[in-house]
């Protein structure tokens, strides 16, 4: 299968969107997306972030939620991902909610990225609970799978009896989960209680910070997803889905659409080659006009010329 395409909603394009988008729409942009031949459309998450992490390159964000909602009611094909939503900053109910509700409302087009979260600060403001963030994210994707099921969960901290929580999803079970990250206990969700995976790019100085693993290049990326496979083999589960931001997405930020291009386009074989089956891509556009002509310059210079490989 032909490698995927995600579009990453400009996440510097929220603090300014009312300039941004001019006299369009939300929904416009993930239609061209979709028109483009992009395979979806995503979402981050920071509901209150402090201003000390905005300053030092921080950004803002839509509910993704409502974000994509909006999205789906534009669209018809565009898979509607969040990249990512943070467990443990709502009820797993709230989640599991949120989800069935757009999943059967856009006609079980919902990806589901989830991420253990990292800003201390912001779950501080949410009356989150940071330091034990690990084991309730665990169990809260237990208790959102078992609401789809249309099951009652019955972990130490979601545990509850006599509800039910109703449509349930479009998707048999719930959307596809992601989990995001490559710390241990993040490969050990994708390995146990996942769909897919989005591991992130980071030299050794940022690993020795994160305690994670480095990333630095397409062949540690693929060591890293044929271990994850191969566990997944061993436990009688299919391959994942992988989702990577590339290498060379530093190149938007300096070059711009066109140099980006030429700069990821003769490595795509390499990233399919280790594994990856969806290549994230998040525009540098400081308009919704330059967006437009910057997303037909990436459409063909990537997606269009794979298409005709294939």
Request: with cysteine.
């Amino acid at each position: 299968m032909a490698l995927q395409f995600n579009l990453m909603f400009p996440m510097r394009a929220v603090k300014h969107y009312r300039e941004w988008i001019g006299d369009g729409s939300l929904g416009e942009v993930a239609r061209y997306c979709e028109d483009a031949g992009f395979d979806g459309f995503s979402m981050s998450e920071h509901p209150y972030p402090d201003r000390k992490w905005l300053d030092s390159g921080g950004h803002h964000a839509f509910d993704p939620f409502v974000s994509l909602a909006m999205a789906a009611e534009a669209t018809r094909r565009i898979r509607l991902i969040t990249y990512l939503m943070v467990v443990g900053y709502r009820s797993p109910y709230l989640g599991a909610k949120a989800a069935a509700s757009l999943d059967l409302l856009s006609g079980g087009r919902v990806t589901l990225g989830l991420g253990a979260g990292y800003l201390e600060s912001e779950f501080n403001a949410l009356r989150a609970d940071y330091t034990g963030r690990g084991k309730l994210f665990d169990e809260g994707i237990d208790a959102m799978r078992a609401t789809w099921r249309g099951e009652e969960h019955l972990g130490p901290a979601f545990g509850v009896t006599g509800h039910v929580a109703l449509p349930l999803p479009l998707t048999e079970g719930g959307p596809p989960i992601w989990i995001g990250g490559n710390s241990k206990a993040a490969r050990r969700r994708v390995t146990e209680k996942a769909d897919g995976w989005m591991p992130i790019a980071q030299n050794a100085e940022m690993a020795a910070i994160t305690r994670t693993p480095p990333l630095e290049d397409v062949e540690a990326l693929r060591t890293q997803v044929s271990a994850q496979n191969k566990l997944r083999a061993e436990a009688g589960k299919s391959a994942i889905d992988v989702s990577f931001v590339p290498f060379e997405s530093g190149v938007l930020r300096t070059g711009g659409a066109a140099e980006f291009v030429a700069a990821l386009g003769p490595a795509l074989a390499a990233y399919e080659d280790a594994g990856v089956t969806w290549i994230t891509i998040e525009p540098t556009s400081r308009s919704f006009a330059d967006f437009k002509t910057d997303l037909a310059v990436i459409s063909e210079g990537l997606i269009n010329r794979q298409d005709a490989h294939v």
